[in-house]
């Protein structure tokens, strides 16, 4: 049995190894692209397993797979009282990239299992990948697209109709079951991704004929939706609302300050980063989250003052 003293030199000489590899991680990932932040919450959920594994002996390495992390994450969230799913969530992807940096630099990690593979998972890719290639739709956009197909694909496989014999009727009769149970906005994005599904069928020979005006997209009145721009009187009583007295009030006053004074959307708003501010050139770096495309604006006085607040 190893003395005390032989533990504390293995231990120290582990972390060290650690801190080695951590600093080379980073590294990586800054070269990458990965913002501060995401880089801190990543580390943080990385700092987090380590520990949890050394608390219970386990081999850190060993435990880089799916449903050790998930397992930890559990752990995690049942010993704070916190959500469980929304921990493992965010530990998973952590983690997850983490073991892939790992292995980047010549270390032996398992393989990362995910899921079994399901009947339509070639077919979306190839279709992600036309659509991505040809197209430029982000990724965040092909996700949701996915998702809409595979309804689709699921309700031609329940009634055992191939994708070479799809007929008009059959589109019609898929629409009219989403119309009988979603709104109307739901079906219209649906139906919008089914689409472009059938173009890509036809261009690539799955299908003879291209349907894709076939889909009959349901309307969606305006009356029915909330104005597109509200008066700035009302926007002014909004943000006098917001009691900003709190950290959370602060920064839903700014967040809001941001898409009234700029038209931005919520994603743009609240994945803004500090590095995108330039306080002495006075001006605003700001990601369309579809595109990618990046804008910069002039930064305004009572935005500068809601941030910096």
Not at 55 to 81: I, N, P
Not at 188 to 215: E, N, Q, W, Y
Not at 261 to 268: D, K, L, R, S
């Amino acid at each position: 049995m190893a003395s005390v003293v032989d533990v504390d030199v293995i231990t120290k000489t582990t972390d060290a190894t650690h801190a080695r590899q951590r600093a080379r991680v980073v590294e990586g990932w800054r070269d990458l692209g990965y913002s501060v932040k995401t880089i801190e919450g990543y580390l943080q959920w990385v700092e987090r397993r380590r520990a949890w594994c050394r608390d219970r002996g386990l081999d850190e390495v060993g435990q880089l797979t799916r449903r050790a992390v998930d397992r930890f994450a559990r752990s995690y969230a049942r010993a704070r009282k916190i959500d469980v799913r929304t921990t493992v969530l965010a530990a998973r992807p952590a983690v997850h990239t983490w073991a892939k940096a790992v292995a980047s630099l010549g270390c032996e990690v398992p393989t990362w299992v995910t899921r079994v593979a399901g009947p339509f998972d070639e077919l979306l890719a190839r279709y992600s990948e036309f659509r991505r290639r040809w197209r430029g739709v982000m990724v965040s956009s092909l996700r949701a697209e996915c998702v809409a197909i595979t309804r689709f694909l699921k309700w031609l496989r329940r009634r055992r109709v191939p994708l070479t014999s799809l007929t008009v009727r059959q589109i019609d009769a898929f629409v009219l079951d989403l119309s009988s149970r979603l709104a109307a906005k739901t079906v219209a994005g649906i139906c919008s991704a089914l689409r472009s599904f059938l173009r890509f069928l036809h261009a690539t020979g799955s299908t003879p004929k291209d349907m894709a005006a076939c889909v009959l997209v349901p309307r969606v009145r305006r009356a029915a939706q909330p104005p597109a721009v509200r008066p700035w009187r009302e926007i002014c009583r909004i943000l006098r609302g917001i009691d900003r007295r709190t950290s959370l009030g602060k920064r839903d006053y700014a967040a809001l300050l941001m898409m009234a004074a700029y038209g931005m959307g919520a994603g743009e708003a609240l994945s803004l980063q500090l590095d995108d501010i330039d306080w002495r050139g006075g001006s605003l770096r700001v990601r369309r989250p579809k595109t990618g495309v990046e804008v910069v604006l002039p930064l305004l006085g009572p935005v500068g003052l809601a941030i910096g607040s």
